[in-house]
């Protein structure tokens, strides 16, 4: 990590070359799709601080959250064009560009939210990431979601208690066979239409971070469902050619707020996780965990998921032969 001198010294170069070139200070946009005081939107905005902070009004960042620019389908494709500078979005919605991110919505794929993050420093991590650039989209950081659960209006203790749920996924076709596979019906939506659909009785419940389901939605979810089925995160992404093209030393103070702004959203999932759910547990809601048989009935259901996706096999043998299961 970056001395605190050599942030200084970086911040002072940084304001060298704008005034030297006697330029506007420069203009970052980032589009995210998760609601106002979602954990990603608290750090992402925490970032955007620190950068304006280091380079000492240097660097303007614009933070538009609750989908006001760009459902998160529709920022892919604008990160990629160039549309868009920055973009916080669930890792599922980039399979657009890299399909192979798909791997990440299997059933069952990590142990643990520790073995999600560690996936990203190997090495088969770091090849799907470095494909994106391909595309002209660079991955600057991942942010673990914590828990992924299964919130619903009626509680969820064993396979058959599936049946006939909607239930909304966030990771598109891989996650919507898995929960039919369970014995119910998935259903894809954008997360600024969550709240709606859960108020209108559209699905019966939904899949996501424990974490927000506990500061928003334990009146009408009041039940959640803990199991090892999904772990996943937040990517943090740029459009490659802005990135490339900023000046070496603000690129290094971004990089640094990054650090940053990472261990900070890891520390918030896991403090709203446990506070939160707390809250949520005292107001009524109850939270189910699956015993080993139970989650064993759960992983033999789905278990052919995976299957369905042959162009990926290699990358899952990769996965499950490093220890992550």
Known sequence: MLSRITLWAAGLAILGVLHQADAQPISVRVSSEAPINHFSDLAIKSWGKRVEELTKGGVKVQIFPAGQLYTDREAVRAISRGDLDMNVSITAWMTQIEPKLIVLDMPY??????????????AAGRNLLTGLEKRNVRALAIW???NIVVATRRPVRKLED?????IRVFGGRAQELTVRA?????????APEVAAAIETGVVDGTN???AYWANNFPAKLPFVTQSNMWRNGFGVWANAKFWNGLPQNVRTVMEEAMREATAYERKLVAEQEEGA???AVAAGAEVIVLSPQEEARWRAATASIAGQYPDIADLISQIRASGKK
């Open 208 to 210: 996501g971070a424990q």
């Open 144 to 146: 673990p979601t914590g």
């Open 182 to 190: 369970l014995g119910g019906q998935g259903a894809t939506i954008a």
């Open 277 to 279: 759910t707390k809250k």
């Open 162 to 166: 599936f049946s006939n749920l909607k």
């Open 109 to 122: 794929m990590f142990g643990s939210m520790d073995e999600f993050v560690t996936f990203w420093d190997s």
